[in-house]
């Protein structure tokens, strides 16, 4: 099992299940940058375009 804390976020844990130590802990390293990154991605990505609060209009 792999556990990370990001700053500002829950917890978040995978494991993985292998043949040996090494096919084991990169599996759950592969399963973690994905979660990751899937994670990250939904929060830098917001629905629909710029809004026009955040447009200077003077």
Do not use: C
Not at 20 to 44: C, P
């Amino acid at each position: 099992m792999i556990e990370v804390r990001p700053t500002g976020q829950s917890p978040m844990a995978v494991t993985h299940q292998g043949p040996s130590i090494h096919e084991t802990s990169a599996g759950a390293l592969q399963k973690m940058l994905s979660k990751l990154q899937s994670s990250m991605g939904r929060r830098d990505n917001t629905k629909g375009g710029h809004s026009i609060r955040d447009l200077d209009l003077l």
